[in-house]
């Protein structure tokens, strides 16, 4: 893929005025009625369904791909499939390849009717389906009725689809200033106005106030209900009732309840929790929430976009902290003579191309004149090279960035591939459409496909495919 001689080619473009989504070589469009595979040397239609009525339309998808080595109950498990999660509450699990509806649960009976988000707990192994926040509408506010449950999660086990339980977020337990929760990796996520984030024990919440068990599609009777679990109109038992805070594991404060946990030792990373630190970062030891040496991490940048931060995905335990032109891979390591205390050192870093730019504050015009700018470029000026999307294939160990350069009305970006390990420049390619940075993009690496993802003004939506084309003569000449 890294050979001179191996270009990346636009073999296809298609424009839709709804969304497009992207899952492992299968483009999804027309709230996911149309499937394209991005396989093939040209993409090609899977299936095209007929058109949904608003009732049926899809709120989130989640792709469930087969474990390895596990016996299965049904033939089709052993396939990929797409959980969906529609307006009206069903939980539909499709086949990724005809689109056919494998199973289908409903999950809102009389407690809720609002589910609108899906997310692993655990990856293709626990699932989470959250409801949107419970707001009471406004006569009823006027009336002094009171509204203590702030979310409904439903938990799930994927192949076989099963109900582990449903549980609420009530402010009578965790507070009334709590504006959203999560849950990742056996850990419950509670975030509040005022910054303020907390963690609890997800899976001891599940085993300590777990009233009842139920299976999908067993009868019950429950609360004065019977019916059929998961079935219509019935839906799921919220048979997970919190009646105490459970032991709390951490907390911080940060700005916009910006937390994230990774790095070996254990460490975390906020920002202080005022306006004025925007753009700075703390990175702290879970252990004690002592600050690592170096562990305040500012670029200053003078941008219209923030810089970011986070824990890189290939578990190495470093850090990747992305600015407008500078790119920075940080690692953990012992202070020496001082096994106890962490520093942070730069790794590599990667820096935007921006030879050519010439930012003088004062200009001499042709006929001698002085001219001084009132204003400095931003970092993240248009016309200067800026970094857009940082993201990491982990079947190649590639490093992948995205630059972009204001061209007059144009916008030219180009995807780059680097070295995990050293952070060296192994290819450049050009993408041939124009990148407006108005408007939000993606952009897949996939193997041997690059997928490019732009919305356009008035919701208009495109997908650019480039395939790898290799010449081999040329590689055998060489």
Same mark, same amino acid.
């Given at each position: 893929?890294?050979?001179?001689?191996?270009?990346?080619?636009?073999?296809?473009?298609?424009?839709?005025?709804?969304?497009?989504?992207?899952?492992?070589?299968?483009?999804?469009?027309?709230?996911?009625?149309?499937?394209?595979?991005?396989?093939?040397?040209?993409?090609?239609?899977?299936?095209?369904?007929?058109?949904?009525?608003?009732?049926?339309?899809?709120?989130?998808?989640?792709? $469930? @791909?087969?474990?390895?080595?596990?016996?299965?109950? !049904?033939?089709? %498990?052993?396939?990929? +499939?797409?959980?969906? /999660?529609? *307006?009206?509450?069903?939980?539909?699990?499709?086949?990724?390849?005809?689109?056919?509806?494998?199973?289908?649960?409903?999950?809102?009976?009389?407690?809720?009717?609002?589910?609108?988000?899906?997310?692993?707990?655990?990856?293709?192994?626990?699932?989470?389906?959250?409801?949107?926040?419970?707001?009471?509408?406004?006569?009823?506010?006027?009336?002094?009725?009171?509204?203590?449950?702030?979310?409904?999660?439903?938990?799930?086990?994927?192949?076989?689809?099963?109900?582990?339980?449903? $549980? @609420?977020?009530?402010?009578?337990?965790?507070?009334? !200033?709590?504006? %959203?929760?999560?849950? +990742?990796?056996?850990? /419950?996520? *509670?975030?509040?106005?005022?910054?303020?984030?907390?963690?609890?024990?997800?899976?001891?919440?599940?085993?300590?106030?777990?009233?009842?068990?139920?299976?999908?599609?067993?009868?019950?009777?429950?609360?004065?209900?019977?019916?059929?679990?998961?079935?219509?109109?019935?839906?799921?038992?919220?048979?997970?009732?919190?009646?105490?805070?459970?032991?709390?594991?951490?907390?911080?404060?940060?700005?916009?309840?910006?937390?994230?946990?990774?790095?070996?030792?254990?460490?975390?990373?906020?920002?202080?929790?005022?306006?004025?630190?925007?753009?700075?970062?703390?990175?702290?030891?879970?252990?004690?929430?002592? /600050?690592?040496?170096?562990?305040?991490?500012?670029?200053?940048?003078?941008?219209?976009?923030?810089?970011?931060?986070?824990?890189?995905?290939?578990?190495?335990?470093?850090?990747?902290?992305?600015?407008?032109?500078?790119?920075?891979?940080?690692?953990?390591?012992?202070?020496?003579?001082?096994?106890?205390?962490?520093?942070?050192?730069?790794?590599?870093?990667?820096?935007?191309?921006?030879?050519?730019?010439?930012?003088?504050?004062?200009?001499?015009?042709?006929?001698?004149?002085?001219?001084?700018?009132?204003?400095?470029?931003?970092?993240?000026?248009?016309?200067?090279?800026?970094?857009?999307?940082?993201?990491?294939?982990?079947?190649?160990?590639?490093?992948?960035?995205?630059?972009?350069?204001?061209?007059?009305?144009?916008?030219?970006?180009?995807?780059?591939?680097?070295?995990?390990?050293?952070?060296?420049?192994?290819?450049?390619?050009?993408?041939?459409?124009?990148?407006?940075?108005?408007?939000?993009?993606?952009?897949?690496?996939?193997?041997?496909?690059?997928?490019?993802?732009?919305?356009?003004?008035?919701?208009?939506?495109?997908?650019?495919?480039?395939?790898?084309?290799?010449?081999?003569?040329?590689?055998?000449?060489?």
């Amino acid at each position: 893929m890294c050979q001179e001689s191996t270009k990346f080619k636009n073999v296809w473009t298609t424009h839709s005025a709804s969304p497009i989504a992207y899952e492992r070589g299968r483009i999804y469009m027309d709230n996911y009625q149309c499937c394209i595979t991005s396989i093939a040397q040209q993409p090609r239609l899977i299936y095209q369904k007929s058109k949904c009525a608003k009732s049926e339309k899809i709120e989130d998808a989640l792709l $469930l @791909e087969c474990p390895l080595g596990e016996m299965l109950p !049904s033939p089709s %498990d052993y396939k990929a +499939s797409l959980i969906v /999660l529609t *307006v009206q509450n069903w939980l539909l699990r499709l086949s990724a390849d005809s689109g056919e509806v494998l199973e289908k649960v409903y999950l809102a009976g009389s407690c809720c009717k609002f589910f609108r988000y899906l997310s692993w707990d655990t990856p293709q192994e626990v699932m989470i389906v959250k409801s949107a926040q419970n707001k009471l509408p406004a006569a009823a506010r006027q009336a002094g009725i009171q509204q203590s449950v702030l979310f409904y999660l439903a938990v799930f086990q994927v192949l076989p689809l099963s109900f582990i339980g449903m $549980l @609420e977020i009530n402010k009578k337990i965790f507070g009334s !200033s709590v504006t %959203d929760v999560a849950v +990742s990796n056996g850990i /419950l996520i *509670v975030m509040y106005s005022m910054g303020l984030v907390r963690l609890y024990n997800f899976k001891a919440i599940l085993e300590q106030f777990m009233e009842q068990p139920f299976a999908l599609g067993q009868e019950f009777n429950w609360n004065g209900q019977v019916g059929s679990v998961g079935k219509y109109p019935f839906g799921l038992p919220c048979n997970i009732k919190i009646t105490d805070t459970p032991p709390l594991l951490f907390e911080a404060s940060s700005l916009e309840n910006a937390f994230q946990i990774g790095g070996y030792p254990w460490h975390y990373i906020i920002t202080p929790n005022k306006k004025k630190h925007k753009g700075v970062f703390h990175i702290c030891s879970l252990k004690d929430n002592a /600050l690592a040496k170096n562990g305040i991490q500012d670029m200053k940048c003078c941008s219209l976009e923030p810089d970011w931060i986070y824990f890189h995905p290939d578990m190495s335990g470093r850090i990747i902290h992305v600015g407008p032109n500078l790119i920075k891979v940080l690692k953990l390591k012992e202070v020496k003579n001082h096994a106890d205390q962490m520093e942070i050192a730069e790794d590599f870093t990667i820096v935007a191309n921006r030879e050519n730019c010439v930012n003088n504050n004062v200009t001499v015009t042709a006929s001698g004149r002085v001219v001084k700018k009132r204003f400095a470029l931003l970092d993240d000026d248009p016309e200067q090279e800026t970094f857009k999307i940082v993201d990491y294939e982990d079947e190649l160990d590639l490093l992948s960035t995205v630059a972009v350069t204001q061209i007059g009305a144009d916008g030219r970006a180009h995807l780059d591939f680097h070295c995990n390990e050293h952070g060296s420049l192994l290819k450049s390619i050009p993408l041939k459409e124009s990148w407006d940075v108005t408007y939000s993009h993606e952009v897949y690496f996939d193997k041997d496909l690059v997928l490019h993802i732009e919305q356009k003004p008035n919701r208009r939506f495109s997908c650019h495919v480039y395939q790898m084309v290799c010449d081999t003569a040329r590689d055998d000449d060489s």
